[in-house]
């Protein structure tokens, strides 16, 4: 169990650039989720995947995001055009397919928008 | 729709002190609840859990918690706290009926441990 890794953990982009994380969850994990969490505030749910499927998307996920798990391992967050209020610690989680299984969480990609 | 509150966004406590973060959560269906910690610019960890059984869940770094199913809480202690603890937790609900379960988080405690 090597855990729940993201890449990059710091970015630093210009308004208007498009930005791409990745997250390679537990590689047992077929349940993967996307969360943003800003200052003060608690994790916010983004979008869930089941496998390769996206199952779920929250509606603070606006049309400038997309997300991705194409072989059902890894997954990517884009985020396009990017806006001073992107900028957040973005955290992926896995976990097993047990229904009380917990979250395992990475460190999270902290993104800056200037 | 399942929410979490927790009522307390910073706790000051000194060091061997016992502490108390209270959570209480509002939910439809029955429930799976979860305390995580985070340490600055990390991800967060799990410390304890409630699934069933025994109300009173004891977890990692000597935490324990207590499922109040009658009061919708969720508090979580440790009788002393020692600097190392000083970080932010977070309780969590998700429902355990199935499906994908969401899981949604409080706005956080900052536990702030004094020497």
């Known amino acids: 169990d090597t855990g729940v890794s993201q890449d990059p953990r710091h970015k630093i982009t210009k308004r208007g650039q498009n930005v791409t994380f990745r997250c390679d969850p537990i590689?047992?994990?077929?349940?993967l989720y996307w969360y943003r969490q800003t200052l003060g505030q608690g994790p916010e749910f983004l979008t869930y995947f089941q496998n390769e499927a996206q199952l779920e998307k929250s509606r603070l996920l606006s049309d400038r995001f997309s997300a991705e798990r194409p072989k059902g391992s890894f997954s990517t967050l884009e985020i396009q055009r990017t806006e001073q209020g992107d900028s957040a610690m973005y955290l992926c989680?896995?976990?097993?397919?047990?229904?009380?299984?917990?979250?395992?969480f990475g460190n999270g990609t902290r993104l800056t928008v200037t | 729709a399942q929410s979490v509150t927790q009522l307390d966004s910073q706790v000051p406590v000194f060091e061997e002190a016992p502490v108390e973060l209270r959570c209480n959560y509002s939910s439809s269906v029955s429930v799976y609840l979860f305390w995580y910690v985070q340490y600055p610019n990390q991800g967060l960890q799990l410390l304890l859990k409630y699934l069933s059984g025994s109300t009173l869940v004891k977890g990692i770094n000597g935490f324990e918690a207590e499922f109040n199913k009658s009061q919708t809480s969720f508090h979580l202690r440790k009788p002393s706290v020692h600097i190392s603890d000083t970080a932010e937790y977070f309780c969590?609900?998700?429902?355990?009926?199935?499906?994908?379960?969401?899981?949604?988080f409080g706005t956080g405690t900052k536990l702030q441990v004094i020497p």
């Open positions: 989680a896995s976990r097993a397919d047990r229904s009380n299984s917990p979250l395992h």
């Open positions: 590689s047992e994990h077929n349940r």
């Open positions: 969590a609900v998700s429902d355990s009926s199935g499906g994908y379960q969401k899981v949604t």
